[in-house]
């Protein structure tokens, strides 16, 4: 699944408010990250106490998400938090690995519980190393077409990669592919736009894995699908595009230039669309007057009070992202009715 964009779940209304020092970094984290994390439920330690100290963050990964409890002690608001991994992370142990090794990069290492950015640099350092420990696992199978993709697209930035277990069926390994450049602004595209998150598009790929050293038979092609962040499907619906076929022998190298290149005049073409839909909406001023109620940044939507005889109504203009290769959908509504 795609990350949301969502910042944060509701916050259960039993839970007594986190401890002032806690909810700081908290905050902080919340509105200076450019992840979409998410926080689940949060809690005391103690049984009656006054302030919550800990809290459930979960944390996109491979276009989902990991769960990871921060455990703070309300008592002792000067020390680091306690980080409890998911289920599926017994191998993943980054904060011993740091101790044994006596290193002192880790923001842990240069804690300071009065500033705010604790929590931040702590989230993103584990969801790095968490990465890297990901992709060391997958370097480890035992799959050739696996180890040759690794070999010629792990360097490209911000893509990630991690194991798929599965009960019924051989394992796999997906990949998640950041399309066009990673620096690629979206809200440039339309002016006034309200996304605080960087809006991302990416190419899942997954592979079976055969568990044999050699290309001995054609592998079976992987299953791909295209994903972006929720919030981009009001300017560029990703459902709509058509993926290049995967031929015989392909490989991820070769197949991510083309569909590049189709996404970028895709993309050109959508911010166009924005243009096309305002000049609809803007003729329609001499016809109808001006729009009682009009989309200002996308221009998806627009309402119109019409008349006609005695009738007096509401016309609803919804204008869809293909257009004007697809003509707007009317519906009439009677201002006299209430619906």
């Given at each position: 699944m795609s990350p949301s964009a969502d910042a944060a779940a509701p916050v259960p209304t039993s839970s007594p408010p986190l401890a002032p020092l806690v909810a700081a970094q908290l905050s902080y984290l919340l509105s200076h990250s450019k992840l979409p994390i998410r926080v689940g439920q949060i809690w005391s330690g103690c049984h009656n106490g006054r302030h919550s100290d800990r809290f459930t963050l979960s944390i996109p990964f491979c276009l989902d998400y990991v769960h990871w409890d921060f455990v703070y002690n309300a008592l002792s608001p000067m020390v680091a938090p306690d980080v409890v991994f998911g289920?599926?992370?017994?191998?993943?142990?980054?904060?011993?690995?740091?101790?044994?090794?006596?290193?002192?990069?880790?923001?842990?290492?240069?804690?300071?519980?009065?500033?705010?950015?604790?929590?931040?640099?702590?989230?993103?350092?584990?969801?790095?190393?968490?990465?890297?420990?990901?992709?060391?696992?997958?370097?480890?199978?035992?799959?050739?077409?696996?180890?040759?993709?690794?070999?010629?697209?792990?360097?490209?930035?911000?893509?990630?990669?991690?194991?798929?277990?599965?009960?019924?069926?051989?394992?796999?390994?997906?990949?998640?592919?950041?399309?066009?450049?990673?620096?690629?602004?979206?809200?440039?595209?339309?002016?006034?736009?309200?996304?605080?998150?960087?809006?991302?598009?990416?190419?899942?790929?997954?592979?079976?894995?055969?568990?044999?050293?050699?290309?001995?038979?054609?592998?079976?092609?992987?299953?791909?699908?295209?994903?972006?962040?929720?919030?981009?499907?009001?300017?560029?619906?990703?459902?709509?595009?058509?993926?290049?076929?995967?031929?015989?022998?392909?490989?991820?190298?070769?197949?991510?230039?083309?569909?590049?290149?189709?996404?970028?005049?895709?993309?050109?073409?959508?911010?166009?669309?924005?243009?096309?839909?305002?000049?609809?909406?803007?003729?329609?001023a001499p016809t109808f007057g001006r729009p009682i109620e009009a989309d200002p940044i996308f221009c998806r939507r627009a309402t119109v009070l019409s008349i006609s005889g005695v009738f007096t109504f509401l016309v609803h203009f919804a204008i869809p992202l293909q257009f004007p290769k697809q003509q707007p959908i009317l519906t009439l509504q009677s201002s006299q009715v209430t619906i």
């Amino acid at each position: 699944m795609s990350p949301s964009a969502d910042a944060a779940a509701p916050v259960p209304t039993s839970s007594p408010p986190l401890a002032p020092l806690v909810a700081a970094q908290l905050s902080y984290l919340l509105s200076h990250s450019k992840l979409p994390i998410r926080v689940g439920q949060i809690w005391s330690g103690c049984h009656n106490g006054r302030h919550s100290d800990r809290f459930t963050l979960s944390i996109p990964f491979c276009l989902d998400y990991v769960h990871w409890d921060f455990v703070y002690n309300a008592l002792s608001p000067m020390v680091a938090p306690d980080v409890v991994f998911g289920q599926d992370d017994e191998g993943f142990q980054p904060l011993v690995d740091y101790a044994d090794a006596g290193n002192d990069k880790s923001c842990l290492a240069r804690w300071d519980y009065r500033d705010p950015r604790g929590l931040f640099a702590l989230v993103h350092e584990l969801r790095e190393l968490y990465i890297e420990c990901h992709k060391k696992q997958v370097a480890k199978v035992d799959d050739a077409r696996v180890t040759f993709e690794l070999s010629t697209v792990l360097t490209k930035e911000g893509i990630e990669v991690c194991m798929v277990p599965s009960a019924d069926r051989p394992d796999e390994v997906k990949f998640a592919v950041p399309l066009l450049d990673v620096d690629f602004n979206f809200n440039k595209l339309v002016p006034g736009c309200p996304w605080r998150l960087p809006q991302k598009i990416h190419l899942q790929v997954i592979f079976p894995i055969s568990r044999s050293s050699s290309y001995s038979s054609v592998p079976s092609a992987p299953r791909l699908k295209l994903i972006s962040t929720s919030d981009l499907k009001s300017l560029f619906s990703v459902e709509d595009v058509k993926l290049p076929p995967w031929s015989n022998g392909m490989c991820l190298a070769e197949y991510l230039p083309a569909l590049e290149e189709s996404l970028n005049l895709l993309v050109v073409e959508a911010s166009a669309s924005i243009g096309a839909r305002r000049r609809f909406i803007e003729a329609l001023a001499p016809t109808f007057g001006r729009p009682i109620e009009a989309d200002p940044i996308f221009c998806r939507r627009a309402t119109v009070l019409s008349i006609s005889g005695v009738f007096t109504f509401l016309v609803h203009f919804a204008i869809p992202l293909q257009f004007p290769k697809q003509q707007p959908i009317l519906t009439l509504q009677s201002s006299q009715v209430t619906i």
